[in-house]
T-cell receptor, first 115, second 114 residues
């Protein structure tokens, strides 16, 4: 089982829809969760991060962590065509993972918001 | 503030050749990481440099190597290219060396191996 699983999609929604993007993870010791957004022909950019459980809101974006289910979500309200991109979850390993700590990346979900 | 720059943006090589990719991090950033991105495998970590020292290495063969200079600029080299090396190679810089530090990515170098 991969440490982080993410459905690559593609996901296609009409403008104005609520979008739900998700990742599951296997290690209950993960505490910090990040979402990156990657536009076509660009590198990823950090969109949001959350620590431990709960929700974090930033404008139309909400990041949610459910540690009991080992499930993280990114919700986009009132989606816009400019939200069309690939969304990647990224999880840092816990401190006790040793020296070779590096971000664990999901495959990314490709989202298209149609006008 | 200028972002991360990568050169060249596109590269076409043939099997057996070698290639060198360059990355200039954001001014003041001392950590540079390299990734390979393909549709099937996603983002795969190659290596990370901090203050000219390799701190982390991914599971890639020895054909993949890198280095960082005193001005934090970094290069990666792939020798004896194989068809499977065709990918987008991304460089990311961060201010510190913590794994939770935000990474700022360049636009990538698209390498095609024929």
């Amino acid at each position: 089982q991969k440490e982080v699983e993410q459905d690559p999609g593609p996901l296609s929604v009409p403008e104005g829809a609520i979008v739900s993007l998700n990742c599951t993870y296997s290690n209950s010791a993960f505490q910090y969760f990040m979402w990156y957004r990657q536009y076509s022909r660009k590198g990823p950019e950090l969109l949001m991060y959350t620590y431990s459980s709960g929700n974090k809101e930033d404008g139309r974006f909400t990041a949610q962590v459910d540690k009991s289910s080992k499930y993280i979500s990114l919700f986009i309200r009132d989606s816009q065509p400019s939200d069309s991109a690939t969304y990647l979850c990224a999880i840092p390993p816990p401190r006790n993972a040793g020296n070779n700590r590096k971000l664990i990346w999901g495959l990314g979900t490709s989202l298209a918001v149609n006008p | 503030k200028a972002g991360v720059t990568q050169t060249p943006r596109y590269l076409i090589k043939t099997r057996g050749q070698q290639v060198t990719l360059s990355c200039s991090p954001i001014s003041g950033h001392r950590s540079v990481s390299w990734y390979q991105q393909t549709p099937g495998q996603g983002l795969q970590f190659l290596f990370e440099y901090f203050s000219e020292t390799q701190r982390n290495k991914g599971n890639f063969p020895g054909r993949f190597s890198g280095r960082q200079f005193s001005n934090s600029r970094s290069e990666m080299n792939v020798s004896t290219l194989e068809l499977g090396d065709s990918a987008l190679y991304l460089c990311a810089s961060s201010l510190g060396d913590r794994v939770i530090d935000e990474q700022f990515f360049g636009p990538g170098t698209r390498l095609t191996v024929l």
